[in-house]
């Protein structure tokens, strides 16, 4: 099964990223594998998260409320460590400027026909500053 990437290509579900010292990198292997199912692939999926949970645990300067870490999360798993490395959002999350990093989090450069991934980044942006998708009018 294909899922939506950041890049304009489609990886398959077993091909999950993972995080390498130069990056993230696609793991080689097709669903034809015996050992690439839905366990296999739920296993793979939880430590990639948990590698992004260490990464943020180890890397945020300014204490994080949970919801904020999850927000944060889910962003680092759908962009990458790179990415969130390089962007102004790391630096306001580090000055503490919660407010201005849920709006560069909210605007975070995403092609303007992918709606599926704008509608996402509004839930992290909800999600990091009010731990509830239900407080926008958006």
Partial sequence: MAFDDTRPINSIRCNIRRVSQAGLRLLGGDCRDPGCGPRANTGVVRED????????SAT????????EFDALVSLLFD???LAFERSPLR?????GDKLAAADALRHW???EDD????????DEAEW???????????
Avoid: D, K, W
């Avoid at 998260?49 to 943020?56: D, M």
């Avoid at 630096?91 to 000055?95: M, T, Y």
């Avoid at 709606?115 to 509004?122: K, L």
């Fill in 49 to 56: 998260l948990r590698c992004f949970e260490l990464y943020l």
């Fill in 60 to 67: 945020a300067q300014t204490p994080l409320e949970q919801h």
């Fill in 79 to 81: 962009v990458g460590i």
């Fill in 91 to 95: 630096a306001l999350v580090n000055a």
């Fill in 109 to 111: 450069p995403t092609p």
């Fill in 115 to 122: 709606a599926a991934r704008i509608a996402r980044r509004r």
């Fill in 128 to 138: 990091f500053l009010y731990g509830s998708l239900a407080v926008s009018s958006e």
